[in-house]
């Protein structure tokens, strides 16, 4: 039982071994107030980037994170739209 265990285990601890995950200390925008104030959406997309480079798994990541990072996305989108 302990050989069928032993490279479960090994996964398990090196899955943890990532680069450590950006923090996620902001409060949630909504995409009006990135079209409001445009020089705020590549902040947010570069930090949406950290995150999806930080190995965390999709499930790790806060809340607020992907709240801003959809935000930012469709607000870039109704930007360069006109609309």
């Known amino acids: 039982m302990t050989l069928r265990l032993g ?3 090994l996964v398990v601890l090196l899955a943890g071994c990532g680069t450590s995950a950006p923090p996620a200390d902001m409060p949630a925008r909504t995409w ?3 079209a409001a104030h445009p020089a705020e959406i590549e ?3 570069q930090i949406c980037r950290e995150w999806a480079g930080s190995g965390a798994a999709a499930g790790a990541e806060p ?3 992907t709240t801003n990072c959809r935000a930012a996305a469709f607000a870039r ?3 360069q739209r006109g609309t």
């Open 7 to 9: 490279p479960f285990a």
């Open 32 to 34: 009006r107030y990135y």
């Open 43 to 45: 902040t947010m997309q």
């Open 63 to 65: 809340a607020v994170i």
């Open 77 to 79: 989108s109704q930007l």
